[in-house]
């Protein structure tokens, strides 16, 4: 026995405006690898519609990424986190010395830090003077 179905749509649903008409054109090697870098350099994830975007004139983002100025940041980030933890220790130096050794000793011992801390902040010009540097020449605005 067979049972008809009633009212059940089955499929995709149809588009409104359906793309019917293909065209094709072909490329020599040199007009193919110029046309990939653009479609690589666009970000697009389809041909098609990167085609569709450079002959309509609609605008296509292009992405380039400075591999130098991405490991810049990366090493400049995880120096900053470095420097964070460094001034977490050395609150917890402060209050260790304070609590375990006599007053002559605590201060010759945060006379020792101090001049860690001076050297630390000379470091700390220096990167800013290098990223300034850095940015200044090498990335674009």
Known sequence: ??????????GRKPKADPCSHRYAFNLNDT?????????????????????????????ISVVKIDKAAMDYYMRLTTFHSQFRSIGTNYNQITKAIKSAFTEKKALAFLYKLEKATLELVAINQQIIQLTEEFEQKWLQK
């Open 1 to 10: 026995m067979t049972t008809v179905r009633k009212n059940k749509a089955l």
């Open 31 to 59: 007009d193919n690898a110029k046309f990939l870098s653009l479609f690589d350099s666009s970000g697009m994830n389809n041909k098609a519609h990167f085609i569709t975007a450079c002959i309509f004139n609609k605008p």
